[in-house]
Each structure stands twice: as structure tokens, then as C-alpha cells.
């Protein structure tokens, strides 16, 4: 079952903040995230395993509610570089051998 | 350095003719998988492989076979059968696929159009 992921977009001013979400109707084991600059391979931002885990990397950060079945990712001080498309993927407790499911994306825009 | 290399960068393909993506990793991954993108659409899964000699279909591997003759090798083959080819491919891999800790490393894609 594909997370949903919100907002679809969001547009910001350098040095603003935003916050994207990734929901499932399943109990999750882990919550991936990536960033994909237009017309270039995804780039792996980090991995939440735990509930309540929370990771960061540089100004990025993401927690995980297993709770709710769902993820949050925290971008701070948004840079012009933030910009792109962000995809959340997940496995579900119950999924047996199937891989990670990835959500439609949410595209970022960071403006000067 | 190690990697994923996806061959070519752009294809075309003529009406009722099969087309060959190459993908290659010398990560030493066991794990390779097949995605296709469309705008709005998200990562959608084709194939799957998790060992040798054996491939799962993905989501919508309808008009798509695969082959992994090699674990560093991949590749997908779009067939005739596949009536809106027109995407951005991507090859991926990982240590394994099963409740995995480790991330999936992506190539960089092959824009795939209709002649």
C-alpha cells in the first residue's frame, strides 16, 4: 500500500521552514527518506527504525510516530539546495518479502 | 568508486520494436530493482530481484521483462506489449530487500520516448 504523502508541493523563501508528511494505513517497520533533483537519480537522506526515532542530517531532520504510521520531515533554515522532490518509502510490519513502497513525492521549491 | 551504472541516458523506441535498459552495480548488492517515474506519479515498481536467477514482478510489470543472469547485472527490457513506454527509468540496489536497514543506491536513469 502506497504512503501518502503532504503537501504535494510547497514553495519557500530561503531561511524559511516547512515540514512534510508520510502517512500509511499499515503499522510501519521503517520509514526511508530521499531527495531527487529534476532529472537525477534519488539521494538517500535517512532511515527511521524505531518509533519515535528521530535523525538528522545537516539542517534535516525526520521523526517517526509508529503510533500514528507516520513520518515527519523537518527541513530548517531552508537553503536554495533544499530544492527538489522528496519521496518517503516504507515497510510495512507485515509485508513479508516485499521491498519498499515509495509515496507519490513532495515537490519542494526554495526560492531567493 | 563503487556504483550503479545505467545505460543509455536517453533511448527511443519505434512503434511494435522491444528496447534493452542496461543496468550494471559493483556494490555487490543482492538486491536490484526496477522503477519507472512518471510527473506526479512517484517511484512505481517494475521488477524486483533478490538473488541470482531469480525476479519478482513489481507493481506494473505488465509490457516489462527482466533478467539476473549476473548479481551485478540487471537489465530491463521494454516490450512491444508496453503501450505508453514513454518514462524515466531508474535501476536501483541494496544489500537485500527484506525489512532493510540499509539504503537503496540509485543510477542515474534512462529517459525512455516514443519515436
Aim: positive net charge.
Amino acid at each position: 500500500q502506497q504512503p501518502v504523502q503532504s503537501p504535494q508541493a510547497v514553495i519557500l523563501r530561503e531561511g524559511e521552514d516547512a515540514v512534510i508528511n508520510c502517512s500509511s494505513s499499515k503499522a510501519l517497520y521503517s520509514v526511508h527518506w530521499y531527495r531527487q533533483k529534476h532529472g537525477e537519480a534519488p539521494v538517500f537522506l535517512m532511515i527511521l527504525l524505531k518509533g519515535g526515532e528521530q535523525k538528522g542530517h545537516e539542517k534535516i531532520s525526520a521523526s517517526f510516530n509508529e503510533k500514528k504510521q507516520q513520518s515527519s520531515l523537518y527541513l530548517t533554515a531552508s537553503q536554495l539546495s533544499y530544492s527538489g522532490t522528496y519521496f518517503c518509502g516504507t515497510y510495512d510490519r507485515n509485508s513479508g518479502n516485499t521491498p519498499l513502497v515509495f509515496g507519490k513525492g513532495t515537490r519542494l521549491s526554495v526560492i531567493a | 568508486d563503487g556504483g550503479i551504472t545505467q545505460s543509455p541516458k536517453y533511448l527511443f523506441r519505434k512503434e511494435g520494436q522491444n528496447v534493452t535498459l542496461s543496468c550494471e552495480q559493483n556494490l555487490n548488492h543482492d538486491a536490484m530493482y526496477w522503477y519507472r517515474q512518471d510527473p506526479g506519479q512517484g517511484l512505481r515498481l517494475i521488477y524486483y530481484s533478490q538473488i541470482v536467477n531469480d525476479f519478482q514482478k513489481g507493481d506494473i510489470a505488465e509490457g516489462y521483462s527482466v533478467s539476473r543472469e549476473k548479481k551485478e547485472s540487471f537489465p530491463l527490457t521494454v516490450t512491444s506489449a508496453q503501450k505508453n513506454p514513454t518514462a524515466f527509468y531508474l535501476c536501483a540496489s541494496s544489500p537485500r530487500t527484506v525489512r532493510n536497514n540499509q539504503p537503496q543506491h540509485f543510477g542515474d536513469g534512462t529517459r525512455l520516448s516514443i519515436l
